[in-house]
């Protein structure tokens, strides 16, 4: 409950900070703020409990979820040194925008109505509009942004008819109220038709959000397109929310349903984790294979989704922190050596530009190899466990050929993830060394470390639920 | 002939749903259908006018109010507004390809299909007249329930819009420099 | 105090309201599917979110239920929020280009 309320005044106090002459106050500043509300977030730890008529839960399960996304952020804010500040006349709106985006993604992990639903999930998409389009000179950006709008409120609309539906069925919003009405209609064997129409809108509608197939196609143009800064903030903390809240509406509304859409989220599951990794293979961008690569392991999260199990929760947790880890390495590789060399005035994204980084820079092949061996799930990383989890999240309902298919996909993706490690350390280099400023290497740094302590020792977090 | 009996026996409350009706979805085809873009805004607003006309049959009379004034006055003007600005013309190759077309089409029938027949298994269920509060549309009940039990979504909805500001503003600047691809 | 029924409550079922507002839902799917024309498609957008107030107010009239009506205040803010934004991207491109096709912007693959 906290997080927003500190967000939201800092936000507003972020604004105000830009009519200062020095703009250098503002990421310090932001970093700040971040930090307090990650700590305000930790501050009702085991005191779950319902706040503001109904509106807004908190449990240790949400604050994990918080906690994740705030982690994420504020790891992102910090590589924004050198990016935003330099590039932009106002980076007081970008970091403000950034801080109200958060509120919006921490409403989606602890709603307990869909009102709240819908505004958070409203919250994050409009920022994330703003920024995939803050490159205004760059037509990419433009365009991404564009699609993203249009595609982002096609999806909203999608949502808001099954929440009307569910409204039809339920005469409530609240989603306990939603559960006590599903399980008397199992019970009386009298099925209302609005709530199976809603269920399905409503899921379609926050599938397109977190971009699990087919409702992925506008995910690579977009990643592609924005301002890999904000890409990263897209790819991590976006389908964090995204999938706290598929999960929650799920598993509080809807699990006496359970055999209505468990076939609906499979074949998404399904068709997630076949197109995303067989396209992903043929890429030769590495933004565009890391935007693929988001959409096979939103396949991967929904398998915990398709579980329901009693640890779901746990996995959702522990994959979302080791996804974003490992990403928010990957995009920081990407951004530290595609910003010297410019392709048609934007910097060069294409796995040939990391060839020779051992010898340009050992550190930074390092990261890039342990993030790398990390999304694939190699073991003694935070991904194998991740991928662990949720296997055995699918294997408690009994789905085996999903989990032959999902592995036989993870050897696919294993593949595709070696390009990068082998154009840097086998072929030759051709740049000049990469120099990094302390702080932006203290981040990796503290990114890769987070990948590796979590693949050793994974019981930290798993013993925190 | 019975049919045809039936349908004039309506009462007359029926024919103003119909006629209402009848204009909505065709004011909603004319946006959808119409070639020029300033068309499209006008047929939108007789799509809004029509629903205003729903919403206050529906004993929702504050909510219609709303709707013209927040949908019909400030969103559809400033629709206009671009139109305008940037000087739109009609396009010769105005729709997609014929392919593109057939699918939506197709894929429309379908959609449409598979909810009408879901539909008309939904249950109708009898209003009682004892418990029914004809007041739930007025203004008093609306604000009580929005600032008594919806507060805190009503005062996040102003992060929204206060992003949604910012956002607008930075967007819509100029920014000097070259422009590349 | 007994309180009166709307006319249109007693005598129009509800399924006439739930079939139009989905009739008119799927006009605004089509049209975002079929348009090229940024500013149409995003027009369509907004069908579909007027699709949704019209449900939203109908199941909230026939049960007397404020809620609904409420949601559907949020609507309006949101619909109002997105439509600033988004008309600033599409000036925004269009100081660049000189055009809101969406076939035109090909740079990425549509």
């Keep these: ?121 409203e919250i994050l998409s409009v920022s994330m509009y703003v920024l995939t389009g803050s490159d ?127 076939v609906m989220v499979i074949i998404m599951t399904v068709l997630s984790l076949i197109i ?27 398998m915990a989704v398709v579980g329901l199990s009693n640890k779901s929760d746990d996995s959702i947790v522990f994959y979302s922190l080791a996804y974003s880890l490992a990403t928010i390495s990957a995009f920081g590789v990407l951004m530290a050596v595609s910003k010297e060399k410019l392709v048609d005035g934007r910097p060069d994204e294409s796995i040939a530009v990391l060839n020779g980084l051992s010898k340009r820079n050992p550190f930074l092949a390092f ?38 298919v999902a592995i036989l996909m993870s050897a696919v993706g294993i593949y595709y993830y070696f390009k990068p490690i082998i154009a840097a350390y086998m072929r030759e280099s051709e740049g000049e060394a990469i120099s990094l400023t302390p702080f932006y290497k203290i981040i990796l740094g503290i990114t890769t470390f987070g990948s590796i302590l979590l693949g050793l020792f994974p019981d930290l977090l798993r013993s925190l639920m | 002939m019975e049919y045809l009996k039936n349908i004039l026996s309506l009462p007359p409350i029926y024919y103003t749903f119909a006629i209402l009706s009848v204009l909505t979805l065709f004011g909603a085809l004319g946006t959808v259908m119409s070639r020029n873009p300033v068309h499209s805004v006008i047929y939108m607003i007789v799509t809004f006018f029509s629903l205003s006309a729903h919403y206050i049959l529906l004993n929702a009379q504050f909510l219609a109010a709303v709707n013209i004034i927040v949908y019909a006055g400030a969103i559809m003007v400033l629709f206009l507004f671009v139109i305008m600005f940037l ?87 100029r920014e000097a420099g070259e422009r590349h691809f | 105090m007994q309180s009166k029924i709307p006319d249109i409550i007693q005598t129009v079922p509800l399924l006439n309201y739930v079939l139009l507002a989905s009739i008119l839902f799927i006009i605004g799917v089509v049209g975002v599917l079929i348009r090229r024309n940024a500013i149409i498609i995003f027009m369509s957008i907004e069908l579909m979110l007027n699709a949704v107030n019209l449900l939203l107010i109908a199941f909230s009239s026939y049960r007397a239920d404020a809620s609904g009506q409420v949601f559907v205040f949020f609507i309006m803010a949101v619909a109002a929020a997105e439509v600033a934004v988004g008309l600033a991207i599409i000036v925004m491109i269009y100081r660049n280009i000189r055009s809101i096709d969406v076939g035109l912007l090909d740079k990425l693959k549509w």
């Design chain 1, 1 to 121: 409950m906290y997080p927003i309320l500190v967000l939201s005044i800092t936000g507003i106090i972020t604004l105000f900070l830009g009519f200062l002459k020095s703009k250098k106050v503002l990421l310090p500043a932001t970093l700040f703020f971040v930090t307090l509300a990650f700590f305000a977030n930790l501050y009702d730890w085991n005191k779950p409990g319902l706040y503001f008529n109904n509106m807004l839960q908190v449990n240790n399960f949400t604050i994990l979820l918080s906690a994740v996304i705030l982690l994420s952020a504020f790891l992102i804010i910090a590589l924004t040194k050198g990016f935003i500040d330099d590039e932009h006349a106002q980076p007081a709106e970008y970091f403000a925008i950034l801080q109200f985006s958060l509120v919006g993604a921490i409403m989606m992990t602890g709603f307990q109505n869909l009102i709240m639903l819908f505004i958070g999930v």
């Design chain 1, 136 to 262: 205004k000179r760059n037509l990419r950006g433009n365009e991404a942004a564009l699609k993203y709008f249009l595609m982002g409120s096609f999806a909203t609309g999608i949502m808001l008819f099954g929440i009307a539906m569910l409204y039809g069925a339920n005469y409530s919003f609240n989603i306990d109220a939603a559960r006590t009405v599903v399980t008397q209609m199992v019970s009386t064997q009298h099925s209302s038709v609005y709530l199976y129409v809603g269920v399905t809108f409503l899921l379609i509608g926050l599938l397109f959000k977190v971009s699990a197939a087919p409702f992925h196609f506008w995910t690579p143009d977009v990643y592609e397109g924005a301002p890999t800064i904000f890409t990263t903030f897209m790819s991590t903390i976006v389908k964090t929310a995204g999938f706290a809240a598929i999960y929650r509406i799920l598993e509080v509304s809807f699990s006496p349903i359970y055999s209505f859409w468990w």
């Design chain 2, 87 to 173: 000087n739109m013309k009609q396009e010769a190759e105005e729709m997609k390809k014929e392919k593109i077309i057939y699918t939506a089409v197709i894929t429309a029938v379908i959609l449409g299909g598979i909810l009408i027949i879901f539909l008309r298994r939904a249950e109708r269920e009898p209003v009682n007249p004892l418990t029914y509060n004809s007041q739930s549309g007025m203004i008093e009940v609306l604000g009580r329930s929005l600032y008594g039990e919806y507060l805190l979504p009503f005062e996040l909805i102003s992060i929204l819009l206060l992003v949604a500001m910012a956002g607008a503003v930075m967007l819509g600047k």
């Design chain 1, 276 to 302: 995303s990794n067989v396209t992903a293979v043929s890429q030769g961008s590495f933004k565009r294979m890391l935007a693929f690569s988001s959409v096979s392991h939103a396949g991967y999260m929904l």
């Design chain 1, 367 to 404: 990261i890039l190899a342990i993030s790398m061996l990390s999304l694939a799930g190699i073991p003694l990383t935070a991904g194998f466990w991740g991928k662990f989890y949720v296997f055995s999240d699918a294997a408690f309902r009994g789905h085996i050929w999903l989990l032959v």
